[in-house]
C-alpha cells in the first residue's frame, strides 16, 4: 500500500509572509482553527498552503478590506533584550485579536521596517546600542505620516539617572522596567476605542 502523498504546507514565518500578517496572528488563526496545522516529528509546526489560500479568498471577499485592515492597531516593540522583548509583544498580541505586533531587536532594524510596518504604537527600550531611544525618536520625528504616533519609551535607568540624560525623548511616555503588563494592555485596548487612534 502506498503511502498518503504529504500536503503541501510551510512554517509558521512563511505562511505569515505569505499572508502579510504577524507570526503571533498566525499562531491565533491555528489556535482557533482558522488555518489547519500540524507538528512534525521534529516538533516543527507546518500549515496548510491550501488553507492559506482559502484564508486569502475569503479575506478578499470582504467588503472594505482596506478598512478592516486598517483597523487593526499595529505595536512596534524594540528592545535589544530577548526576554522583555518576547514578553512585551506577546502582552500586546494576548491584548486582542486586532493587535498585530511586531518586535525588533535593534533600533535600526525597526527603522528600515517602519514604511512597511507602519505602527500606531512604539515601545521602545532607551539604552540600545547604535541607535539609543532618544536618537530613534529624533529620526522618527523627521519621517512625514508619523505625527499621530504613540511612543512608550522603558528603561532601568532610575529618575536621576534619566534626568542626568536630558530625560526621556520630548513626546515619549516613560515607563520604569519591568512594566507593568496589566497597564499595557489596558493602554493598547484604551487606544482601540472609536476613533481614539484612527
Not at 514578553?87 to 514604511?115: F, R
Request: with cysteine.
Amino acid at each position: 500500500m502506498s503511502p498518503l502523498p504529504t500536503p503541501a504546507c510551510c512554517g509558521t514565518s512563511k505562511a505569515a509572509q505569505l499572508l502579510q500578517l504577524s507570526v503571533g496572528t498566525i499562531q491565533n488563526l491555528v489556535d482557533k482553527q482558522v488555518l489547519k496545522a500540524w507538528f512534525t516529528q521534529g516538533g516543527h509546526r507546518r500549515i496548510s498552503i491550501e488553507s492559506i489560500l482559502q484564508y486569502q479568498a475569503q479575506q478578499q471577499k470582504l467588503p472594505a478590506l482596506s478598512r478592516i485592515i486598517d483597523n487593526r492597531l499595529r505595536v512596534m516593540v524594540i528592545d535589544d533584550d530577548a526576554v522583555s522583548r518576547h514578553l512585551l509583544q506577546d502582552a500586546c498580541l494576548s491584548a486582542n485579536q486586532h493587535i498585530e505586533c511586531c518586535a525588533m531587536a535593534s533600533g535600526i532594524e525597526a527603522l528600515l521596517s517602519l514604511p512597511s510596518f507602519q505602527p500606531k504604537v512604539i515601545i521602545l527600550d532607551l539604552l540600545m546600542p547604535e541607535v539609543d531611544g532618544w536618537e530613534f525618536v529624533k529620526r522618527v520625528k523627521q519621517k512625514e505620516g508619523l505625527n499621530q504616533l504613540h511612543v512608550i519609551t522603558v528603561s532601568t535607568l532610575t529618575t536621576a539617572e534619566l534626568q542626568e540624560r536630558g530625560g526621556p525623548p520630548e513626546g515619549s511616555q516613560f515607563m520604569l522596567k519591568p512594566v507593568d503588563l496589566g497597564w499595557l494592555k489596558g493602554y493598547l485596548l484604551g487606544l482601540m476605542a472609536p476613533q481614539a487612534w484612527i
